[in-house]
């Protein structure tokens, strides 16, 4: 297990960007690769994005590719997610969680620790 704490959500208006971050805490952080997913009100929890341990590779959802960037800092055990273009239908809680192995995954099952969540509404 590792312990995942976001930061960096909030309110912004639509078109604008934001950065959210996930800070872990364990020194096997380089070994997995990480996943940024999101849930609406009433709505289930849905893959953003992910990113291998190394950085070589990445994978978006259809509804935030090219306009979302996920990276990360292994030397500061953090995961970023940019987020540009924002749309009121990105607003929602936003979580990063760890893969449970070095491959990307998109199925909320196949991640074994989570954050708390940060918040990003989106206004029109």
């Known amino acids: 297990q590792v312990h995942l704490v976001e930061s960096g959500g909030g309110l912004v208006q639509a078109g604008g960007s934001l950065r959210v971050s996930c800070a872990a805490s364990?020194?096997?952080?380089?070994?997995?690769?990480m996943g940024w997913f999101r849930q609406a009100p009433g709505k289930e929890r849905e893959f953003v994005a992910a990113?291998?341990?190394?950085?070589?590779?990445?994978t978006y959802a259809d509804s935030v590719k090219g306009r979302f960037t996920i990276s990360r800092d292994n030397a500061k055990n953090t995961v970023y997610l940019q987020m540009n273009s924002l749309k009121p239908e990105d607003t929602a809680v936003y979580y990063c969680a760890r893969s449970r192995d070095g491959s990307i995954r998109e199925r909320p099952g196949e991640y074994d620790s989570w954050g708390q969540g940060t918040q990003v509404t989106v206004s029109t």
């Open positions: 364990g020194r096997t952080f380089g070994f997995n690769a």
């Open positions: 990113i291998t341990p190394r950085s070589s590779s990445t």
